[in-house]
């Protein structure tokens, strides 16, 4: 490359990185503090994050009406992994984003039925119907899935599995990056895949 | 145009469910679960629709994929970015047939919240290019079939699919829905004309965009859109930052992007205000990593120094040879004139060339800038320049022969009125002609300055062409100069007269070349109407000959006929051009060397698979190309090579106009023939020098 085209690019590339910088990162750090978060549960208890120092957390991103959800839930993927990890004294909280009126919404009532009807077990589910929690995870999918470290670290942010379809036939042959990731949470190592992209149905923001 | 609609839109019986729950949830969020089912061949119609009325066997057709959403909702690009699926096209063609990759037209930016996602709205036709086998039965039927999956979203997301069939019959070629196509066409987005690179740094990715010239003022918004869906957030605002080299698009880097490719596609969308409205136009990338293209490529300095010496080199071709020998032989008969006298011949000389080549530089500049993808050669793509040429090299060899009785300031031997008087004009005539005829040969070192001299700007690009006609001047201008040098020359003598016509032969031979690369373009009468030309030529010459050697009312009479020759020869030059063959014999040239033609759809499904590939870029008219595939690539130990390492040997040919193979050399920064690529599966590609030996390729494929 000719040298004056490299300065301009590398000038370009530095006066690009110094704006980008300014602006909210869209997606939170891997390897940085998780976002904080203060949410109501579905049994109206108080879940802070802060709260949770010490163990390690697992955020889902869900929508009872995708079917991208729905291909996890109704083969009885996503609840296999909550019994298998909450077990292992895993906090997994499913979060709801969806506002009143759009796909997925749920009150209280209603996400507890849900719970119960598709025989899930996650720790908590969270009530997020203004999206603050979305926002701050930069969640764009359900199912999102996040894992915090026992020291507030994020440690994984993305995709359930490799396979981003809406086929439950896909689930078997499927890495499933969340189970690899809390395996290695657990053993202390460090994530070997710690970002993917996430597939799913988009999260309904209000605006 | 045959358009039968048979979209089944099946829907799988979760999509109905969650549709279902879908206006459910409007209706009454927390009871119901069950609902009218929506069909989702209610919310995208589907269809496949072809370009021609009918097919002709062997000849390749457009066909699309046309989806029509309802109001609001979207299907997806080929990289959905933050959410969705892009849709997928299962091809079920008859027997024989094959079908390109998919054209994705230019997407929309969906924005909602902080999800950026890429799709289109309302209507989109993905394009791709159907192939049918040459022995297909006129009259009979045959049926294409495409099964579709596609995510269709609003603010729910539906997956779908259809199974899409089109009867189309086998016939002469008839017009069709060109006007459809060619509104599908125009979505796609444009090659680049300019070269791309990028950088990255922990937290960007910069892409510039050299040489192009957007207006500032006018620019409203510029976004690169990989095709990659790990490397860029999609969400965060991309900055743009314009200076006199292009115009640079900073993105965040993507955690996902962990590994930073040499090569990162896309497609920029730039929006300009043009007179108060915005245009957005789209123009396909492929941007080079900044730091991997550092050891590659060049500085304007070296690619000028490269010019030189490749101008030096050219001197030795066989098509330029006989040109300068001529003027070295003019040069022993200056040693009684003054040496400023010769300085001036040898200015004169140079004049000629560089004045040629800019002309040539401006010729390729403007028709690049008006679009045509052309490299340095394009000129003989031109079946009416090659004739001309052969026509020019002919006469001029005539003249040596002594056949002909022009241009005798050039060439005669010994005359000293004459050149008293022409000499001067004679020898800037000579350095255009040497120009003339240079332009067939490629010497080292010349792709890669030329390559880069057409990314420049017009005033930087046309310094490395002087240089290289400065290179081609260089050995006259010195002798010229440099009066000592004259002494070496060997002394005048009768010698000379016949070294003259044995030089003659060259040109002949370089002739008869330019006939064999003409039989590449044009059909048989083109090629009679160019061989008949010559004939002409030689009579014009006969004629001119009896006019000189009579006088009075025979000589007018011989003079007027070789003019009506001449003018004869002007007309055939015309009709050369008027015989092209249908189709092109690159497919034929390319079997009968053992290799496949040259398509992208070919190379992109073989790198697909990781196959490795060899790609050979040659024209008939590239002399250097048609030595390195004789003496080294046709080599038995080369052949055997190939074929132990599985490697597929795909030829391109360029010696006709073809967009697809300029835009290749365009990405090697190149832009002619010849180029050698060496793609190996997973690892880069490697480029090899444009002189090839056996044991250069051998070593680069025991790399494999």
Redesign the interface.
Known sequence: MNRRHFGAAFIATFCAAALLTGTAQAEPKIGAPAPAFKAVDSNGKQVSLDDLRGKTVVLEWTNDGCPYVRKHYNAGNMQALQKKWTAQDVVWLSVISSPPGEQGFADAARANTLTTERNAAPTAVLLDPKQEIARAYGATVTPHMYIIKPDGVLAYAGAIDDKPTARAADIEPAKNYVDVALTEVKAGKPVTTPATRAYGCVVKYSS | MIDRQLTTGRT?R??L??AA??IA??AA??QAQYGTPQDTADLVRADLIAEPASIVPGQPFQVGIRLRMKEHWHTYWRNPG????PTEVRWQLPEGFTVSELSWPAPQVLR????T?FGYEGEAILLAQVTPPPNLAPGSNVSLRADIDY?V?E?????GEASLALPLAVGASSGGDTGTFDAARAKLPQPSLWPA?F?A?A??I?V?V?GAAFDAAALKSASFLPYN??LI?N???Q?R?S?G?GL?V?M?R???A?QIPDRVDGVLLVEEDIGGKTVTHAFELSAQS?AA??GS????LQAALFALLAGVILNLMPCVFPVLSIKILHLTQHANESAGRVRMHGAAYTAGILVSFVILAGALFALRAGGDEIGWGFQLQSPAVVAALAFVLFAFGLSLSGLLPIGTSLTRVGNSGLLQRGGLQGSFFAGTLATVVATPCTAPFMGASIGFALTQPFQLGVTVFLALGLGLALPFLILAFVPALQRFLPRPGAWMETLKQFLAFPLYATVAWLIWVLSFQVGPSGLLAALVGLVLIAFGAFALTLAQDRSGTPSRAWRGVAAVSGLAVIALIVSVNMDRPATASAAQAAADSGGEAFTQAKLDTLLASEQPVFVNMTAAWCITCLVNERTTLAAPAVQTAFKDKNIVYLKGDWTNRNPEITRLLERFGRSGVPLYVLYRGKNEPVVLPQILTEQLVLDSLAQL
């Open positions: 799988l979760r999509a469910a969650a729950l879908a949830a409007f969020p927390a933050d959410s969705g699926s909602v919240g902080p999800v996602s995510l979203c603010k729910e997301c539906i997956p690179s950088s740094s937290d960007t910069g510039t050299r869906n790990d957030v969400s965060t605002e900055k930052s200076d080299n640079t900073a965040a993507s955690q996902m962990t900044a293209a550092g490529s060049i500085t304007l």
